[in-house]
C-alpha cells in the first residue's frame, strides 16, 4: 500500500484536503493530514510516508532530509502573491511591502509594483535563518508590511510586525492533491511488476545475479543470498560481486557481449555457472548469472530421462544385450562402436531377425547423443499417408480428422537425438523426396504448415532387402540411398556363426524359464550339433520362438536330437522344388499361391526367400490383382 501524507498549508483549508482525499476509491493507496508549519524536526509520519504534499519552506526541509521519497509541492502563484499585496493594501494602506517566499526570484516585482501601485522588495527564502535575516533587512529598508507563508506569520507576530499570510487557491490545491494520487498509483504499478519479476526470480532453484558494468549487483534473489551464506534482509545491492563469488567471468563476457559457461566450486560444492551479457540497444549494461548446483541438474536430467522413458524415447539396448564371442559378430561390433563416436548417417543391412534393431539402440546408447530421444518407427507397418504424418507432424486443420491441436511428429520428438527408421527399403517413392530434404537441410515442415521447423537428428536406417536392385527399379531413390548410407555395417547371419548359437539358445531358454516358471533343460551331443547345423533362416528371431516353445512342450530334464527333429528341426533348411524367380514382380498371383501351396510355406516364409518383407510381397500379391 502507497502512503500519501498531505502537510495542510493553513488551517482554513484543513476541511477541503480531507474532503478531497476521502473520495480516493483505491484501496492499495492511503491518505493521511496533518497541520505543521516550518523546518523543525519532522515527525514519525514523514518517515512512514511514500509520497508527501507540502509548501513553501516545509517542501524544501523535506527534500533536503528525505531525497528517496517523492514530495510534491504546492506551488504558490503570482496572482496568489498578488491576492496577498492587495489585501495589505487595503488594511494597512503602505507604501513599502517586502515579499519573502520560496523561490522569490522569479517573481515580476516591477510589475507587482505597478499592478500594485506600491514598492515591493522580494526576499528569496527556504529557512527560518533566511526568513530572519529578510525580516532584518525589510525593516531596515523601511518594509510596512511582510507579506509570505504561514512561517514568515508567526515570526511577524513575535515581533510585532505587520503582514498577510499568502494563500494558496483551492485549484492548485486540489491539483497537488490530484499530482499526489497519480504518483502512488504509478508507484503500485511499479510495484507490481516488481514483485512479480521478483517472485519468478525467488520460485527458480538457481541463484540468480545481475551486475552493472562496473561488476556491482543490480539484482538478485533469494537463492543468491542463500548461496552467498547472507541474510536476504542484507543489502547486497550496489556492492561488487566479486566480494562474494569471486572468479565468475563476469568482466570477460561483458566485453566479449557473449555467453559463458563452466563449472566452479564455491563453499565446497560444485556449481554450473552461465553468464549472459545484458544487452539494450547494441549497448551492453551489464551481466545475468545463473548459477545452478550440479546435483540438481544431474537430479533433473535423471527426472528427464524416466519420463522419456515412459513415453518410450530411448534406447533399451546397449551393445551387452548382443549375444555371442563369434570372430564375425566381435567384428560387427566392432564396427559398430567406431560408428557409434561419429554423428553420421548408419544404415544397417541383414536378413530378417539379426539384430539390426539391437545394433541401432546399440550405436545409439554409446553415442554423445545418448541422453537424447531415441525414436523408432517401423517403415512398413504404416500406410504412406499416416506414415507422412507420423515421421514430419501436422497443424489443427490439415485434414479431415487431424487432431485439435495438431501432432508433433518422429522427427521433432528425436530433435537433438536418434531416429531409427526400420525396413526403410519399404518407404514410399512419394515420402523419400521428403526425407531427404529432411536430411539434406536439417529441417521439416509439418503437414498443413507454412513454416520448417530446424531439427537435429542423427537416422540409423535398418533393411533386409536388396536397395541397390530397388534403384535399378526406381522403386527408391538414389540420393536418398547415399544420405543414408554414409556408413554401413552389415549384421551377420546366425549360419555364419553357428558357435554363438547354445550362448543364444542358453540366454532365451533362461529367459522363458523364469517367464513359465520351469527348470533349464540341458541338450545331449547331438542335439548341441542339430542346433548348430541347422540354417536358422529366421536367424535370431526363429531361435528365440523354437526355444519359447521347447520351454513350452519339453517335460524332460535332458533334450536330445530327436525331440528336436519331431519339431521340425533339420540340418539344413528344405530348399524349394523349383527356383523362385528373380523377378518377383514378374510372378503372377497364380504362381504364388503354387509356390505357397506346392512348398507348404508361409507366406512369412515365402517373403524370406524371395528377400522382401511380408508388406512387400502383399503388395505385389495385390498388384497381380489389379
Not at 532530509?65 to 510534491?72: M, T
Not at 551387452?320 to 564371442?325: A, L, Q, R, S, W
Not at 535399378?472 to 547371419?493: H, K, S, T, V
Not at 545331449?524 to 512342450?553: D, H, T
Amino acid at each position: 500500500m502507497v502512503q500519501i501524507l498531505i502537510i495542510i498549508p493553513y488551517s482554513q483549508v484543513q476541511d477541503k484536503m480531507r474532503l478531497w482525499a476521502e473520495k480516493i476509491r483505491d484501496p492499495a493507496i492511503s491518505v493521511q493530514t496533518m497541520h505543521v508549519y516550518g523546518t523543525s524536526n519532522p515527525p514519525e509520519q514523514y518517515r512512514d510516508a511514500d509520497i508527501i504534499v507540502a509548501r513553501g519552506m516545509t517542501c524544501s526541509a523535506l527534500r533536503r532530509q528525505y531525497p528517496e521519497k517523492h514530495i510534491i509541492e504546492i506551488n504558490m502563484t503570482s496572482f496568489d502573491v498578488l491576492d496577498a499585496i492587495a489585501e495589505s493594501k487595503r488594511r494597512y494602506r503602505p507604501q513599502k511591502v517586502a515579499v519573502c517566499m520560496q523561490s522569490a526570484s522569479i517573481m515580476d516585482a516591477a510589475s507587482l509594483e505597478e499592478l500594485s501601485g506600491l514598492k515591493i522588495l522580494a526576499y528569496d527564502v527556504t529557512n527560518e535563518s533566511q526568513l530572519e535575516e529578510a525580516l532584518r533587512e525589510g525593516q531596515a529598508a523601511g518594509a510596512e508590511v511582510f507579506v509570505g507563508g504561514l512561517t514568515l506569520c508567526q515570526q511577524c507576530s513575535k515581533q510585532n510586525l505587520a503582514c498577510t499570510h499568502i494563500k494558496t487557491s483551492d485549484l492548485t490545491l486540489e491539483r497537488a492533491v490530484s499530482e499526489a494520487i497519480s504518483t502512488a498509483q504509478t508507484i503500485n504499478q511499479e510495484r507490481t511488476k516488481t514483485l512479480v519479476i521478483q517472485s519468478v526470480l525467488n520460485n527458480t532453484p538457481d541463484a540468480i545475479f545481475a551486475v552493472d558494468n562496473e561488476g556491482c549487483i543490480t539484482a538478485l534473489n533469494d537463492q543468491a543470498c542463500h548461496l552467498c551464506h547472507i541474510p536476504a534482509q542484507e543489502k547486497m545491492y550496489g556492492k561488487k560481486l566479486d566480494h562474494y563469488c569471486p572468479d565468475i567471468e563476469w568482466e570477460q563476457v561483458i566485453l566479449s557481449r557473449t555467453e559463458s559457461e563452466k563449472l566452479q566450486n564455491f563453499f565446497g560444492s560444485l556449481y554450473f555457472v552461465r553468464c549472459r551479457p545484458i544487452l539494450m540497444d547494441e549497448n551492453c549494461a551489464g551481466a545475468l548469472i545463473t548459477v545452478m548446483a550440479a546435483d540438481k541438474i544431474r537430479a533433473a536430467e535423471t527426472k528427464i530421462r524416466k519420463e522419456l522413458t515412459t513415453k518410450g524415447l530411448t534406447a533399451k539396448y546397449s551393445f551387452d544385450n548382443i549375444i555371442g564371442v563369434s570372430p564375425a559378430l566381435k567384428t560387427a561390433l566392432s564396427i559398430a562402436y567406431k560408428y557409434s563416436q561419429v554423428d553420421a548417417n548408419v544404415l544397417l543391412v541383414g536378413e530378417t531377425g539379426t539384430g539390426k534393431e539391437l545394433f541401432a539402440h546399440s550405436i545409439h546408447r554409446a553415442s554423445k547423443r545418448s541422453h537424447q530421444p531415441f525414436v523408432a518407427v517401423n517403415c512398413a507397418a504404416l500406410p504412406e499417408n499416416l506414415l507422412e504424418s507420423e515421421l514430419f507432424g501436422y497443424v489443427e486443420g490439415a485434414f479431415s480428422g487431424a487432431s485439435k491441436g495438431g501432432k508433433i511428429g518422429l522427427f521433432e520428438l528425436a530433435h537433438k537425438g536418434t531416429i531409427f527408421l526400420d525396413e526403410i527399403g519399404e518407404l514410399p517413392i512419394a515420402l523419400q523426396a521428403k526425407l531427404l530434404r529432411a536430411l539434406q537441410e536439417k529441417e521439416i515442415r509439418r503437414i498443413g504448415d507454412d513454416r520448417v521447423i530446424p531439427v537435429d537428428v542423427r537416422v540409423i536406417s535398418a533393411t533386409n532387402i536388396d536397395i541397390e536392385k530397388q534403384i535399378a527399379a526406381r522403386e527408391f531413390r538414389a540420393d536418398l540411398f547415399y544420405r543414408l548410407n554414409l556408413l554401413n555395417l552389415q549384421a551377420p547371419p546366425l549360419r555364419e556363426r553357428s558357435e554363438d548359437v547354445m550362448a543364444m539358445a542358453d540366454f532365451f531358454l533362461r529367459l522363458f524359464g523364469q517367464e513359465y516358471k520351469k527348470s533349464i533343460p540341458a541338450f545331449s551331443p547331438k542335439a548341441i550339433a542339430l542346433l548348430q547345423s541347422y540354417s536358422w533362416p529366421g536367424n535370431a528371431r526363429e531361435l528365440r520362438n523354437f526355444c519359447e516353445k521347447l520351454m513350452v512342450l519339453n517335460e524332460s530334464p535332458v533334450v536330445d536330437d530327436v525331440q528336436l527333429r519331431n519339431m521340425g528341426l533339420r540340418e539344413s533348411h528344405p530348399q524349394p522344388a523349383e527356383p523362385i524367380l528373380e523377378q518377383p514382380d514378374n510372378v503372377s498371383r497364380e504362381q504364388l499361391v503354387q509356390l505357397l501351396s506346392r512348398q507348404k510355406l508361409k507366406q512369412e516364409d515365402l517373403a524370406r526367400m524371395l528377400g522382401v518383407s511380408r508388406t512387400t510381397l502383399w503388395r505385389w500379391a495385390k498388384k497381380q490383382q489389379q
